[in-house]
């Protein structure tokens, strides 16, 4: 009898439910909020949770679709909705040439069904994208406001990709589908190859010098000489020119074998960092497209958001690809929400004092809208008796532990490589300085100013300029500067009952719609007229400030740093906040009685060393000491944070420091 193989009878993990979300929050998570909202979405308390397979069936009973025609459609039609492009100029050549051949293809012409034509124009992998793709092509896909977060009888990657289209369908604009796909390949490709070359230079012969570049050469090619597709490609990657000088570098006998791996190793090193976004060089020399440097968490109560997270690389790319704030009635809302501080906004009133939309119409839409406006809750920790202490470390590894902890960044500065933040009660020593090592710097902030300039958006052109408004009046009542502070004349201090501190946690956690809010708190079993009534409470003694915002991670700035200064006295502290006000998109600036300035900001792709020198600038004239660094990752760990920071006893704040590790 044969023996039984142990691997196939190793069980899947039980899923666990979590029976009360409330209480299972208070319990101390090691893990970030992202994993954290996935958990009470599936509502299961695992680590990994199961997949979810593609059911045509079970999604278009659900929403009661008609099955998809399999006729094949016309090359013109595959052209127009999935590959769509603008400033081709700044796209890579060798992904252009690549998709007019699999369009024209012999493949595509004589496909008999829509599922074949997509399976000969799609790479291998993404094969299990033919569906989402047939229906975006038909355009039977259901609207913004019935895609549930988790939908039934999709994957995660066909549920986020049909959410993305809805919203880019919302707002009258399209998604570059074909480019993104292939560009992400060809990168990921490239990474491989390289990171292959660097791993074989360890060896001690020429001949795995020889080897490496031969098989990261493969690694490329491959990505253009798909099985199903008989007609060769003929346009070659670039880097394919760069891999030929670096075998005539191998190939040099003159020089010693030393020298020559230094070299390669060297260029290597450097082409994988440039290649990842840390310059543009490499842009330039090959024609590619850059990505987004930061890697933000996605918090998006939305089936693109935690559900997906596994795919974010293409999902990045593909938000890129349209901007919300070119629809004008987003727009428009955005204004003339930008001073109030109600949850029951926006409404159709609104749509029509910013549009043209109106009667019943406006009532439709703004329930669309609404889906991409979130409600961002800033706590006024000055009236709770807290602050913030951010302690910026020359290694990415923190070197002190909180209970008190609620962001984690990895940060790309010569001599700031990570940052942790913290909150405390605002009587707190902080931690022991001998936990601190050399080269560390800290923060201590207790009030909060968030900002959105949409004055820096050019309509005409539909981005984000680069021109500050260094010389304008920030403190003018404009409906297009959107501002928010925690600073207020009411400082009575606040002690939060049991229910005020969790709903307040769910609510400054994550940045959600007004449906989308209603749907969260009943999906965690927070009674609604109970968190309307405490909601309107603490709006109204000013515990919580409240501001609409358009989707941060859909309004095109996908690239973030921490700018942090210690200025000369107040004077000059506001002085600062005023001008990055005004040259700042976004951001979180938070200010400190010690005159430090922490600011969180948010920039286009590749603005970082505009903008960033724009602030410098000012930043030098205005402080003792100041520094700004590239935010290359960030986790949040808020949604257990003030529930570990309170005493259950004493119902007071306790000190969360304890010894470094």
């Not at 809302?333 to 910013?354: F, K």
């Not at 910026?392 to 984690?408: A, K």
């Not at 940052?419 to 201590?444: D, F, M, Q």
């Not at 979180?588 to 600011?599: E, M």
Request: charged letters at 30%; proline letters at 4%.
């Amino acid at each position: 009898m044969a023996m039984r193989d142990k691997r196939k009878r190793k069980k899947e993990p039980t899923l666990q439910k979590i029976q009360d979300p409330i209480e299972w929050l208070k319990h101390d998570r090691k893990t970030n909020d992202q994993n954290i909202l996935k958990m009470l979405i599936t509502g299961y308390a695992n680590w990994k949770l199961p997949k979810y397979d593609l059911d045509e069936t079970l999604f278009e009973r659900t929403f009661k679709l008609h099955p998809l025609s399999s006729e094949p459609v016309s090359i013109t039609t595959l052209n127009e909705v999935l590959n769509y492009r603008k400033d081709e100029h700044i796209l890579d050549a060798t992904i252009l040439e690549t998709l007019n051949h699999l369009l024209h293809s012999s493949k595509v012409r004589d496909a008999r069904t829509i599922n074949e034509q997509l399976q000969s124009i799609l790479p291998s992998e993404r094969d299990s994208l033919t569906y989402p793709f047939s229906r975006i092509i038909s355009d039977e896909v259901p609207k913004l406001t019935e895609l549930p977060v988790l939908i039934p009888g999709l994957d995660e990657l066909s549920a986020a990709i049909l959410t993305l289209h809805s919203i880019s369908r919302t707002v009258n604009q399209q998604i570059s589908w074909l480019y993104n796909i292939w560009y992400l390949e060809l990168v990921e490709a490239r990474v491989r190859a390289l990171e292959l070359i660097m791993k074989k230079l360890v060896d001690e012969s020429d001949n795995a010098m020889e080897t490496a570049l031969e098989e990261a050469e493969r690694i490329i090619n491959q990505v253009f000489s798909q099985e199903q597709n008989k007609d060769r490609i003929s346009s070659k990657d670039p880097y394919l020119a760069r891999i030929d000088e670096w075998k005539k570098i191998s190939r040099n006998k003159r020089r010693s074998l030393k020298d020559r791996k230094e070299e390669l190793e060297t260029i290597v090193f450097e082409e994988i960092a440039i290649i990842k976004g840390f310059s543009t060089r490499l842009e330039k020399e090959i024609d590619v497209q850059g990505g987004a440097l930061t890697h933000w968490p996605i918090l998006a109560l939305r089936a693109d958001g935690p559900l997906a997270y596994s795919h974010e690389a293409l999902l990045r790319n593909l938000r890129n690809e349209f901007n919300i704030l070119n629809y004008s009635p987003l727009f428009g809302l955005c204004s003339i929400l930008s001073n109030t501080e109600d949850p029951n906004r926006p409404i159709a009133d609104d749509l029509r004092q910013v549009s043209d939309i109106d009667g019943r119409t406006a009532f439709y839409v703004v329930k669309e809208l609404e889906t991409l406006l979130v409600e961002q809750y800033l706590p006024t920790f000055r009236k709770l008796g807290l602050r913030y202490r951010y302690i910026f470390t020359p290694r990415q590894r923190p070197g002190v532990l909180s209970d008190g902890l609620i962001q984690r960044m990895i940060l790309a500065e010569q001599n700031i490589r990570g940052c942790t933040v913290h909150i405390e009660p605002n009587w707190s020593k902080g931690p022991n300085l001998r936990s601190y090592e050399k080269g560390t710097y800290e923060a201590v902030v207790e009030e909060e100013i968030l900002s959105l300039n949409l004055e820096l958006f050019d309509r005409k052109l539909g981005k984000w300029s680069s021109k500050s408004h260094l010389g304008s009046n920030v403190k003018k009542k404009s409906r297009d500067l959107i501002s928010r502070s925690t600073a207020t004349s009411n400082d009575d201090p606040v002690d939060l009952t049991k229910r005020q501190l969790e709903l307040l946690t769910l609510l400054w956690s994550i940045p959600m719609s007004r449906t989308q809010r209603k749907w969260f708190l009943e999906k965690v079993t927070f009674p609604q007229r109970t968190a309307n009534r405490m909601l309107r409470q603490m709006i109204m003694n000013q515990t919580l400030r409240m501001v609409h915002l358009p989707a941060l991670e859909l309004v095109g700035l996908s690239d973030g740093f921490i700018a942090v200064s210690h200025c000369y006295d107040r004077r000059s502290r506001d002085k600062l906040v005023h001008s990055m006000q005004n040259i700042l998109p976004f951001a979180r600036i938070l200010i400190g009685d010690s005159n430090h300035i922490v600011a969180h900001a948010r920039v286009p792709a590749k603005q970082t060393d505009i903008v960033g020198g724009i602030l410098g600038d000012v930043m030098t004239e205005l402080s003792t000491h100041s520094f700004i660094a590239r935010q290359r990752a960030t986790k949040a760990y808020r949604m257990t944070a003030l529930n570990k920071l309170r005493d259950t006893k004493t119902k007071k704040w306790k000190d969360p420091w304890y010894l470094s590790f």
